[in-house]
């Protein structure tokens, strides 16, 4: 069974700190890697993703990939209230009998205080 | 910006009955998905489709479920007799390739079956 583990929180950090989120997946082969926000009662809403080893900045976001850890994670940077949401690491592995399937942790909920 | 979008919003049927889930996916995408998610649960895989047929399905898409895209721009999965176990959002999602696979997913459709 492939899997994607993330701490299930609750993350809470104050407003303007820099909020960490991992998630590390046990398939190998894994070639793609999402990061999603999801709103209580919303879809996921894609905000990073990430192929290659190292970091990915896109504004106060930065993805990081380490590929022979099987880890990855996402730095928000500056937190403000309104990132208070569940965030969902995604896994894609394209080679094999895989086409378009995502699998995606239970997600981490965090909370930016004021 | 273009984007997924989903009907009905909230659809409450009875145990047995049959319901049909509608989604049009983003014009310029060629990949389509549905995806599941009981409350409190991880985003699930039901099935992946490219080119008129399905790419792929998880064990949960038994032959109770089936999709279709009957004309050039609508996606639907239909659920042929629902059981309780049923209720939950059905997310559809769009990719333009298979490669990296970056999906894009619609509002959802609250499914709640009695």
């Known amino acids: 069974q492939k899997e994607v583990e993330q701490n299930s929180g609750p993350l809470s950090v104050p407003e303007g700190a820099i909020a960490s989120l991992n998630c590390t997946y046990s398939d190998r082969g894994s070639q793609s890697f999402f990061w999603y926000r999801q709103y209580s009662g919303k879809s996921p809403e894609l905000i990073m993703f990430?192929?290659?080893?190292g970091d990915k900045e896109d504004g106060r976001f930065t993805a990081q990939l380490n590929k022979a850890s099987q880890y990855v994670s996402l730095l928000i940077r500056d937190s403000q209230p309104s990132d208070s949401a569940t965030y969902l690491c995604?896994?894609?592995?394209?080679?094999?009998?895989?086409?378009?399937?995502?699998?995606f942790g239970q997600g981490t909920i965090l909370t930016v205080h004021p | 910006e273009p984007e997924v979008t989903q009907t009905p919003s909230h659809q409450v049927t009875q145990m047995g009955q049959e319901v049909i889930l509608r989604c049009v996916p983003i014009?310029?995408?060629?990949?389509f998905y549905w995806y599941r998610q009981i409350l409190g649960q991880k985003v699930e895989f039901l099935v992946s489709?490219?080119?008129?047929?399905?790419?792929?399905k998880s064990e949960i898409f038994d032959d109770q479920f089936s999709v279709e895209r009957p004309d050039g721009s609508n996606f639907t999965l239909k659920i042929r007799s629902t059981k309780l176990e049923d209720s939950a959002m059905y997310f559809c999602?769009?990719?333009?390739?298979?490669?990296?696979?970056?999906?894009?997913f619609g509002p959802g459709t609250r499914l709640t079956v009695l």
């Open positions: 990430i192929y290659s080893n």
């Open positions: 489709f490219y080119n008129n047929e399905i790419s792929e």
């Open positions: 999602a769009s990719s333009m390739t298979s490669g990296y696979n970056e999906q894009f």
């Open positions: 995604a896994v894609y592995n394209a080679g094999g009998t895989s086409y378009g399937k995502l699998t």
């Open positions: 014009s310029n995408h060629l990949y």
